[in-house]
């Protein structure tokens, strides 16, 4: 009788393991260093259902969705806007509305993500501080849905 609650209990503990595993969050790193991202600087208030979806797929759950993209463009034009421009055109940073991307990784919502969230080089500075991460993924989903590139070079659509 106790072997078996036993081997009950290691099949149950071995069920849980693997589901974890299969679900297991993607890795953010850092832009230009390429160290992992630690989360907990995150502002408060970001780890909605969406958020955990994202982590699990690394492809924004908010793309296309037009509300989303709107909460986006007015968090875009608070934070973002004096450095990209109004429209995404560029100005003290580069352009985010067209498929030249100064980061590559951009073309990913993952990467996009990672760059928002850590920062890059010159002015970007890391957003967590303003920004929730699922602030970040609403100001991305603006930002796709402004997208004026090649839709060929838009790997957030594949």
């Known amino acids: 009788m106790k072997l078996k609650s036993f081997l009950r209990g290691v099949a149950v503990t071995f069920a849980i393991t693997a ?22 600087f ?15 797929t690394g492809k924004n759950p908010y793309n296309g969705d037009a509300e989303a993209a709107k909460k986006g463009e007015s968090l875009y034009m608070t934070g973002c806007s004096g450095c990209h ?16 991307w100064t980061y590559p990784r951009g073309l990913t919502d993952q990467g996009l993500f990672e760059i928002l969230f850590g920062g890059a080089n010159g002015m970007m500075g890391p957003q967590y501080v303003n ?17 004026k590139g090649d839709p060929k070079k838009a790997e957030w659509l594949k």
Do not use: C
């Open 19 to 40: 589901a974890a595993s299969a679900q297991a969050d993607i890795t953010l790193r850092h832009a230009l260093t390429g160290e992992v991202l630690d989360l907990s």
């Open 42 to 56: 995150a502002k408060k208030g970001g780890n909605t259902d969406k958020f955990k979806q994202f982590m699990q």
């Open 85 to 100: 421009g109004h429209e995404a055109e560029g100005k003290l940073g580069p352009g985010l509305a067209d498929d030249y």
């Open 131 to 147: 920004f929730s991460t699922d602030d970040m993924l609403h100001i991305m989903a603006f930002l796709r849905s402004i997208y």
